[in-house]
């Protein structure tokens, strides 16, 4: 499995960020846990799929339906079985837009997409054949994002925070998880179904999950 990363349109200092606080989480090397490409979002739109898509096939290859064979003239460097690899897409904000339009395009052309997860990707419509996630900087956002497409699980920050706050410091983002269907939360914030976590917690436990999937399926 291979996590592929998709900033928004922010310094790349935000997403090092991002990352330092989930290995607060992991306490080791996010790598150790997964491999993950970063899109250079600095370089390139972040809310092109084009782009996106153009950099995937640049780190692992193109996809190949189940008939086809991979092409033998692939780099070496590339992931083993890259025509074959399964994604995960953590994408934040404008990263949103494009990486959801990379991640419908990948499956179609025969990869394997394992999970979308969508960081306050706010009026963005989620659709797929593939587990969807979904965190939000409030409750607002939370709530005004359920029509764009339901969800397996959720996050949303309560206290709310910035919308930047979110992806630069998941490991301090306090707030609550819901399963897709609890499309309104409990009035009852501390009932034990709905005890706080960090967002830093959610996407690790999520990861954490893909990964295991991938070992024991």
């Not at 008939?67 to 460097?77: A, F, G, H, V």
């Not at 990948?106 to 979308?116: T, Y």
């Not at 490991?171 to 399963?179: A, F, I, R």
């Amino acid at each position: 499995m291979s996590l592929i990363i998709c900033p928004g349109i922010h310094p790349p200092e935000l997403t090092a960020s991002f990352l330092a606080g989930l290995e607060d989480v992991t306490r080791t090397p996010l790598r150790e846990l997964t491999n993950y490409f970063i899109f250079p979002s600095d370089r390139y739109p972040p809310y092109s799929a084009f782009h996106i898509l153009e950099t995937l096939y640049a780190w692992i290859g193109k996809p190949c339906k189940n008939s086809e064979q991979p092409d033998q003239n692939l780099s070496t460097n590339l992931l083993p079985s890259s025509s074959h690899a399964s994604l995960v897409f953590l994408s934040f904000s404008a990263g949103v837009v494009g990486a959801i339009g990379a991640a419908r395009t990948w499956q179609r052309s025969g990869g394997q997409v394992k999970a979308f997860i969508a960081v306050d990707g706010w009026g963005v419509p989620l659709r797929g054949e593939f587990p969807l996630y979904r965190l939000s900087h409030d409750f607002f956002t939370h709530w005004s994002s359920a029509p764009l497409g339901a969800a397996a699980e959720i996050f949303y920050a309560d206290p709310p925070v910035p919308h930047l706050e979110l992806w630069r410091s998941p490991q301090t983002v306090w707030g609550y998880q819901l399963k897709g269907e609890e499309r309104s939360p409990s009035l009852f914030p501390n009932s034990p179904r709905r005890a706080p976590i960090t967002a830093a917690v959610f996407l690790i436990d999520l990861l954490t999950r893909q990964i295991d999937s991938r070992l024991t399926g």
